[in-house]
């Protein structure tokens, strides 16, 4: 069964510091891959995807993700995260013969000043 | 921006009662879908379509209905709502399935 995993339901990072976010997922065939924002009150945004080629993406306020097919799996990025990335963030899973994307729970990122 | 609206943005209704989402694209897209996002649970799909006329349903669909008579408008519909329907409700399209999604902003209905 296809699944998407995000292993950290909530991460506390100082502004200024680096953040990554984890997603894994199980997929019998080559996946798209897809993360996106959603602040409070807001719908989702999509930051960025992946389909094929180079394995890292850029993606929109300075996020990038790497696709790593051996350990499934395609974790979210940024060097240096503003108070305005306090968010929750979805990564998804599509494919080519399917009808939707599967999405993973979450995870809610809070920033300190 | 994906052109997406829903409407209405709030809702408060009583049990019992009849209730309608309205969700438009102005992007000719071939798919659309009906999530519900609640607190512990993540997004869920309701139903999708994936043309006109063409529906079909998601993991929890007991107690919606859907209809699509346009490309562009996709219609929730709880024909009885209930305390346990009070959730945000997402609308989303995509130009192919599995592939991107892109979201409206959302519509709040709380059933009393």
């Known amino acids: 069964a296809q699944s998407v995993t995000q292993p950290d339901i909530h991460i506390t990072v100082s502004e200024g510091a680096s953040l990554e976010l984890r997603c894994n997922y199980s997929?019998?065939?080559?996946?798209?891959l897809f993360w996106y924002v959603q602040s409070p009150g807001q719908g989702l945004q999509l930051l960025l995807k992946?389909?094929?080629?180079?394995?890292l993406v850029q993606g929109i306020k300075g996020f990038e993700a790497e696709f790593k097919r051996s350990q499934s799996s395609f974790n979210l990025r940024k060097p240096s995260v503003h108070w305005s990335d306090a968010a929750e963030y979805f990564c998804?899973?599509?494919?080519?013969?399917?009808?939707?994307?599967?999405f993973g729970a979450g995870t809610t990122v809070t920033v300190r000043a | 921006d994906a052109g997406i609206t829903q409407s209405p943005r709030h809702k408060v209704t009583e049990t019992g009662t009849p209730v309608t989402l309205r969700c438009h694209q102005t992007?000719?897209?071939?798919?659309m879908y009906w999530y519900r996002q609640d607190p512990g649970h993540g997004l869920r799909l309701i139903h999708y379509?994936?043309?006109?006329?063409?529906?079909d349903k998601g993991e929890v669909s007991d107690g919606y209905s859907v209809s699509r008579s346009k490309t562009e408008d996709f219609l929730l519909t709880l024909e009885s709502a209930t305390s346990s329907q009070t959730s945000v409700y997402f609308c989303?399209?995509?130009?192919?399935?599995?592939?991107?999604?892109?979201f409206g902003p959302g519509t709040r209905l709380t059933v009393l």
């Open positions: 379509s994936y043309g006109v006329k063409d529906t």
């Open positions: 992946y389909f094929s080629g180079d394995t």
């Open positions: 997929y019998g065939a080559t996946p798209y």
């Open positions: 998804a899973v599509g494919e080519s013969n399917d009808y939707k994307l599967s």
């Open positions: 989303a399209i995509s130009e192919s399935g599995g592939s991107d999604e892109y």
């Open positions: 992007e000719n897209h071939r798919y």
